[in-house]
């Protein structure tokens, strides 16, 4: 059903009864592996970027096209990463949101099973955990599903949630399809089969950007490897790690506890190992024999954190081995003091502390984007010169602005980076996980998400990150990714890589220290990812087919279709005096793999109204009413915070993580009350300080824009001119022809008159 429609002289696009007209541009190896998957239990890996969305896409719209009495079940491991799925689905499908719902740990058990009971839901987004629950308690039966998704599917291994969703599902359903995607499984073919014998895959579609169908569609990356020597200072810390590395290592040796015999070839993960086999041997020793054992454990430890301090001083610099010292002097652990009581321990200790040598990476990595802005600033300003420079195009180079992505693997490196670059005027940001650690709060996912809003509207320019920024997030578009240090994991690797190189050329910096761990993790990343496309190869014959009950194909009439398209226009009048629409619009791109996207900009309300659940599923719960009540005592002492300053609807979601049901309920309740009033589209202000805004009201109209500002008349008869600093309310309002009323006031600005908009009304 899904097929290409052809435009005369323009791209083709996917043409289907359930994805909108001209939203998906037509790829031919997203259709080639969608027709594929269609049959069998299919593992989908594909780089970063490559659009493994729209392949889930175009799969799911098939099945709820010819399966109209099952659903879809579509699984992501973070919440954010649900809400992104969500997101995507709903701006392309023609699905009415009732149809379309999420379910992750934030609903409570009778609020999910009374969603997962709703026959009209189609589809489902969920958190894993939450399902194997369900699964588990009895909630939920897999047997109405006719297809489920499994995103970031190299995670299915040992006992993480997808291993054993993927068993209750071949076993309670009839016809069971899997869908597994990932950008890469792994380089070792036990970790690949493992995936595959636990999702039940039956075949792999591989495609990497050289393959045939893949190369018309992708854009060059240029990948650069920077090397530097380390400073003596740094070297002469290195050796003495390593030569106290090297007692351990060899105590270890001596007796027999390490295979391998010489402290060269002995590795992170050797030490990991052993740590679990001496653990494990401990458990079956008697109290009394226990003393070597403890003392190899001793030792092991040791050896791990000496070989760690070593890394960090070669590849990250001082700052980051200072920091982590001061935590485990703390720590109070055995092997941690008697390391630290080590008088050359003590002797680095000292020396860090009086040390002011930059990393040379962080010299570099500073001068490599003052070049990147300076050259930016340059062209800006030359066009600013120009005679018929206006506000919009003003707008425009803000949007334009370079942006920057530095991964680094430690949360240390990354607060240096940033204080760092924010010395030297580049406008920076730490971008980390939710893990607390030590004195590291980590970020909330209302954070994140205030974070990553921020570089996308261009508040900063770069995105200081560790691994969190690597796997599915929706991170904005970027010129250039720099590794701050190469990283042995070739599934890493793609996914950093990815990040830039989607609309247009990309640019790929990564640094390396020479004759240290850095030189081997990049070596070893090439090395795995050869190794990995080799594997698959080999594997993909290998597959074995599932036993499945042949289900006829049910699928919609026409009416049905059409009647979805009602309902979805329904929905779009009901979210417009809800919510009342943003002017501003967001470019589809930021929710599709660009440039699939073909619509040039969406309204906003497309992005609210993808979270938004029918009220019917809440309602169902005796619960949902107090839910109401408490948002809006909440909301109520929020926007009574941001006094006389109206409050975009956004941060408020944002900053008390509400589901926009509840949020548009708790909304309507304050409004109805009198507690709060619309200042325009998407901000609320207390009626209260409303009607305290000093000021006159004027009825405005935009003559023209020129150089920056506004030529405006007021009240049909005064022209004034109206500055960018005068002005506080919507950019979109500053356009030639449009017309608003404000509350501000009229001056005289050396003989010129000048209007000052303190207020929309």
């Known amino acids: 059903m899904v097929n290409a429609l052809t435009r005369q002289n323009g791209p083709q696009y996917f043409n289907h009864p359930l994805i909108k007209k001209d939203c998906i541009e037509f790829r031919l190896y997203q259709n080639n592996i969608s027709e594929s998957a269609r049959n069998k239990n299919t593992l989908v890996i594909l780089p970063t970027a490559l659009g493994k969305t729209v392949i889930a896409i175009l799969v799911c719209a098939e099945f709820l096209y010819d ?91 040992k006992d993480y949630a997808y291993t054993s969703i993927a068993r209750y599902y071949v076993q309670q359903s009839s016809h069971p399809v899997i869908l597994a ?49 380390i400073p003596q200072e740094y070297k002469y810390i290195s050796s003495t790690f390593r030569g106290m590395l090297e007692d351990k290592l060899q105590f270890l040796i001596e007796r027999g506890l390490l295979r391998k015999k010489h402290p060269q070839w002995i590795f992170k993960s050797d030490l ?48 980051s081995l200072k920091a982590f010292l001061n935590r485990i002097e703390k720590d109070g652990g055995k092997a941690h003091q008697l390391l630290l009581n080590d008088n050359r321990i003590k002797e680095i200790q000292t020396l860090i502390n009086s040390l002011k040598i930059e990393h040379p990476k962080t010299i570099y990595l500073v001068e490599l984007l003052k070049q990147r802005y300076s050259l930016f600033q340059s062209i800006n300003k030359r066009q600013h010169e120009q005679d018929n420079f206006t506000f919009e195009k003003a707008t425009d180079l803000t949007n334009e602005r370079p942006k920057a992505l530095v991964f680094t693997h430690y949360r240390d490196t990354a607060k240096k980076v940033v204080e760092i670059l924010t010395e030297n005027g580049i406008k920076a940001a730490r971008f980390v996980g939710q893990a607390k650690r030590e004195l590291d709060v980590g970020m909330s996912q209302e954070e994140q998400s205030a974070v990553l809003e921020s570089f996308r509207n261009g508040e900063f320019d770069v995105l200081v990150a560790t691994s969190i920024a690597e796997e599915g997030l929706d991170i904005p578009e970027v010129d250039l990714v720099v590794f701050y240090e190469p990283i042995p994991s070739e599934i890493r690797y793609i996914q950093r890589r990815g990040r830039t190189g989607r609309k247009s050329s990309g640019c790929v910096t990564i640094l390396a220290a020479k004759d240290t761990i850095d030189e081997r993790y990049l070596y070893a990343s090439k090395r795995r990812m050869e190794k990995m496309k080799q594997i698959l190869s080999s594997i993909n014959p290998t597959l074995k087919p599932i036993q499945r009950t042949d289900v006829l194909a049910n699928p919609m009439t026409a009416d049905e279709v059409s009647y979805f398209e009602s309902r979805r226009i329904v929905l779009d009048d ?139 008349i007021v009240n049909g008869k005064w022209h004034a001119r109206l500055n960018h600093y005068d002005y506080e309310g919507p950019r979109e309002l500053l356009r030639k022809g449009s017309e608003f009323r404000a509350v501000g006031e009229v001056y005289r600005d050396d003989g010129v008159c000048s209007l000052r908009v303190k207020q929309i009304v």
């Open 67 to 157: 399966y109209k009495s099952k659903r879809v079940l579509i699984m992501a491991p973070t919440k954010p990463l649900v809400a992104q799925h969500m997101n995507s689905f709903f701006s392309v499908l023609r699905m009415p949101e009732d149809c379309i719902t999420a379910v992750t740990g934030k609903n409570l058990p009778p609020t999910r099973m009374a969603i997962w009971n709703r026959k009209e839901v189609r589809i489902v987004f969920a958190t894993p955990e939450v399902v194997k629950n369900d699964l588990a308690e009895n909630r939920l039966s897999l047997s109405e599903f006719s297809l489920l998704v499994f995103d970031e599917a190299h995670r299915a291994v």
């Open 181 to 229: 995607m990932t950008a890469s499984p792994g380089s070792e073919k036990r970790r690949i089969l493992e995936v595959c014998n636990n999702l039940s895959v039956e075949q792999i579609e591989y495609r990497s950007e050289e393959d045939g169908d893949v190369k018309p569609y992708i854009n060059p990356i240029d990948v650069t490897w920077k090397w530097f020597t």
């Open 272 to 319: 990991i190992s052993l740590g679990e086999e001496i653990q494990y041997k401990l458990e079956l020793t008697m109290e009394e024999l226990r003393g070597p054992l403890y003392a190899a454990l001793v030792q092991q430890s040791s050896a791990l954190t000496l070989m760690y301090c070593a890394e960090l001083i070669e590849s990250q610099g001082s700052p």
């Open 574 to 712: 009901r979210v417009d005096k809800m919510l009342s629409p943003h002017l501003e619009t967001i470019k589809v791109d930021d929710l599709l793999p660009p440039p699939q996207s073909t619509n040039q900009s969406i309204r906003m309300k497309d992005k609210k109204r993808m979270e938004l659940l029918s009220l019917e599923s809440h309602t169902l719960t005796n619960g949902f009413r107090r839910e109401i009540d408490s948002a809006a005592r909440r909301i109520h002492t929020l926007i009574a915070k941001s006094g006389r300053q109206p409050l975009d609807v956004d941060i408020i979601q944002q900053s008390l993580s509400l589901e926009n049901s509840v949020l548009l309920e708790a909304l309507k309740k304050l409004e109805k009350l009198k507690r709060i009033e619309w200042v325009d589209d998407s901000r609320v202000i207390l009626s209260e300080n409303l009607a305290k805004i000093p000021g006159s009201t004027y009825d405005v109209y935009v003559e023209k824009i020129i150089h920056g500002r506004a030529l405006v």
